[in-house]
T-cell receptor
Framework: SAVISQKPSRDICQRGTSLTIQCQVD?????MFWYRQQPGQSLTLIAT?????????ESGFVIDKFPISRPNLTFSTLTVSNMSPEDSSIYLC???????????FGQGTRLTVV | DAKTTQPTSMDCAEGRAANLPCNHS???????VYWYRQIHSQGPQYIIH???NNETNEMASLIITEDRKSSTLILPHATLRDTAVYYC?????????????FGSGTRLLVRP
């Protein structure tokens, strides 16, 4: 199994500012995933973060808006830049410690932009 | 990428079996089907996954049709705590590069 700690758990931010979300895993993992869940919606993959390489972004998401760092095998950050109310969502990180088995999710960061 | 289609909502009586369907007609031969559930906007919780064969664990059973175009998640004896949003997911990619594509989810209400 894997235990994921996300910080902050929630935040209220002013539009135009940026927020960095941290994801800490209790074991080393190759790939970490960042998702967005808009109110009442399903999860949408933002990007995949591998240690030592640039993150791979899904269609509709760009590095300037959602820069990601992956400095080691247990940690990653997602920054939501120049925020607008449309960025109000839950942001979740996920890992799959063993290939083709269970993926684990953090409890998410609930972001409200005012 | 393969996508999944699920009913928006379902309900069942407590103690009865809950059968949640999912269509994934464009799934490729090496893509797994996963099921997760999410309660009160917590992080999604793993339930079960499979490729071709039917699977069973302590939580549920997964029935995959022979052509792999659809599957059914079965909760054999639903309880009130099973009320949640259930996501049918396709895992695309290989061992070194992969991702989970979430469906829109089925909101299951278990009635007393």
């Amino acid at each position: 199994s894997a235990v994921i700690s996300q910080k902050p758990s929630r935040d209220i931010c002013q539009r135009g500012t940026s927020l960095t979300i941290q994801c800490q895993v209790d074991s080393q993992v190759t790939m970490m995933f960042w998702y967005r869940q808009q109110p009442g919606q399903s999860l949408t993959l933002i990007a995949t973060a591998n240690q030592g390489s640039e993150a791979t972004y899904e269609s509709g998401f760009v590095i300037d808006k959602f820069p990601i760092s992956r400095p080691n095998l247990t940690f990653s950050t997602l920054t939501v830049s120049n925020m607008s109310p449309e960025d109000s969502s839950i942001y979740l990180c996920s890992v799959e410690p063993y290939v083709k088995t269970e993926a684990f999710f953090g409890q998410g960061t609930r972001l409200t932009v005012v | 990428d393969a996508k999944t289609t699920q009913p928006t909502s379902m309900d069942c009586a407590e103690g009865r079996a809950a059968n949640l369907p999912c269509n994934h007609s464009t799934i490729s031969g090496n893509e797994y089907v996963y099921w997760y559930r999410q309660i009160h906007s917590q992080g999604p919780q793993y339930i079960i996954h499979g490729l071709k064969n039917n699977e069973t664990n302590e939580m549920a059973s997964l029935i995959i049709t022979e052509d792999r175009k659809s599957s059914t998640l079965i909760l054999p004896h639903a309880t009130l705590r099973d009320t949640a949003v259930y996501y049918c997911i396709v895992r695309v990619g290989g061992d070194s590069s992969y991702k989970l594509i979430f469906g829109s989810g089925t909101r299951l209400l278990v009635r007393p």
